[in-house]
């Protein structure tokens, strides 16, 4: 009898540590923290995000620059087949006048015969066969029609769009770690029972020899014994595999070792949450209305394509010998470019743009009703998961309860010794089901954060 009483307290000791107790609600366990930062750095979809916004950015200085002048240097060197000239008549129209200009400069009548000792200038080429260039040139626009000021604020929206997007990764990552390190944490109560069980076939065992040797059972509860120790090797090997394929699983999310993983001990924590009510919109929500608001000014912008533009050209030649007679040294000048009609092009483009921006507003609406619905769920789920608590504490009592009525009975020979070890082992069983109580209520409290927007609030 002693023996019996001795291994209930074997078994009852363990169990001890898997009684609930509660934890802050505002708290994660910090190895858990520090494994979802470690997943969102390594996450590549939130990394695309990341890349996504990087280019709005792009966009909106780009949009920024059509303010900025551009400067060209240009250089080039060509060679004609011959210099351009002027038609011969033209040539002996200005040979002529240069010597009515000369005679008049020396006093000599128009009819008068021209002196050959007087030289005349050689009547310059228009344009030498071999020509040097250097010049600058700049462009620079003064009005864009509205345009670029759209493609700036469209780029500023799809930007926060992206980052909104980014954030509501994140929470998808956390969660898909959170459910695995708590499934880690429920394998490990797992081994809990399983050494009890250990502990409770090798005290059987024990007895079940000596009995033999008395005469007191039968060879086949030795083979009952054995049978119970397979299953438990087989639930041992199980155990293994479960813990291997978890570890896996967070090592491929976050990027941590596999040693380090394999020497975390998660346990299951029983959760309590203040308050139901308070609720943060979802960044969801937050990207979908900064996508629609990237729309509308991207269908403006494209409107506004219609408008006319003013811009500033200037130009320099910095090599004057090689210019023709007819090319200026330099010039500035503003201009204006007015698409009066380009096809319906732009009233099209802005069309489409504004039925893409109704497209989100009708995911906006959808994604709202699906989200009130997803919160009402999780609080359910939590309410049920917390009375599903309350009902297997009950249940532990009870086992407890009847382990002590069997155990009296058993002493006054009102009870078979099965009947002690499987009322043990119900105090067992009801012991592991308030750790899988606890996971699932864990579970639920992590999904009604994710629904109430504030997820974040716990790993950040």
Do not use: C
Request: charged share 25%; aromatic share 8%.
């Amino acid at each position: 009898m002693q023996r019996y009483k001795s291994l209930f307290f074997t078994l009852l000791i363990p169990l001890t540590g898997l009684l609930p107790f509660k934890t802050s609600a505002q708290e994660l366990d910090p190895v858990l923290k520090d494994l979802i930062q470690k997943g969102l750095n390594k996450s590549h979809s939130i990394n695309i995000y990341n890349d996504d916004a990087e280019q709005a950015k792009i966009d909106q200085k780009l949009a920024k620059s059509v303010f900025l002048p551009k400067l060209t240097f240009n250089g080039s060197f060509t060679r004609l087949n011959d210099d351009i000239t002027f038609d011969n008549d033209t040539q002996n129209l200005l040979t002529a006048t240069q010597k009515l200009l000369v005679k008049e400069a020396v006093g000599l009548p128009f009819n008068a015969i021209f002196p050959e000792n007087m030289l005349l200038t050689d009547i310059k080429n228009l344009q030498d066969k071999n020509i040097l260039k250097s010049s600058v040139d700049v462009d620079w626009v003064l009005f864009s029609g509205f345009e670029a000021n759209n493609a700036i604020k469209a780029s500023k929206h799809k930007e926060a769009s992206l980052n909104y997007l980014g954030m509501a990764e994140k929470d998808k990552v956390a969660l898909k770690i959170i459910e695995t390190y708590n499934n880690l944490a429920l394998v490990y109560a797992s081994k809990k029972v399983l050494t009890t069980s250990e502990t409770y076939l090798n005290e059987q065992e024990h007895y079940v020899k000596k009995a033999i040797e008395n005469g007191l059972t039968t060879p086949i509860s030795r083979k009952k014994i054995e049978l119970a120790q397979q299953q438990l090797a087989s639930k041992k090997l199980e155990f293994e595999h479960n813990k291997t394929l978890l570890i896996e699983v967070l090592h491929k999310l976050t990027g941590e070792s596999r040693e380090q993983l394999s020497i975390l001990t998660p346990e299951l924590k029983y959760f309590e949450l203040n308050s139901l009510s308070k609720t943060e919109k979802r960044n969801e929500i937050k990207a979908l209305e900064e996508a629609k608001n990237a729309s509308l000014f991207k269908a403006k912008m494209e409107k506004n394509h219609v408008i006319p533009k003013i811009a500033l050209k200037g130009h320099y030649e910095f090599v004057e010998d090689d210019l023709s007679l007819l090319d200026p040294q330099w010039y500035v000048g503003v201009g204006i470019k007015w698409h009066i009609f380009d096809g319906n092009e732009s009233r099209l483009k802005s069309k489409k743009s504004l039925l893409e921006s109704e497209k989100y507003n009708e995911q906006l609406k959808e994604a709202e009703d699906m989200i009130s619905l997803s919160i009402v769920k999780a609080k359910l789920t939590y309410e049920a998961s917390l009375q599903n608590i309350k009902i297997v504490l009950k249940e532990i009592e009870i086992a407890d309860d009847t382990y002590n009525i069997v155990n009296k009975q058993y002493k006054n020979n009102l009870a078979s010794i099965t009947d002690v070890l499987d009322a043990i082992t119900d105090v067992e069983k009801a012991h592991f089901k308030l750790q899988e109580s606890f996971f699932k209520q864990r579970n639920a409290y992590t999904e009604l954060l994710h629904a109430n927007g504030t997820l974040s609030n716990q790993y950040n």
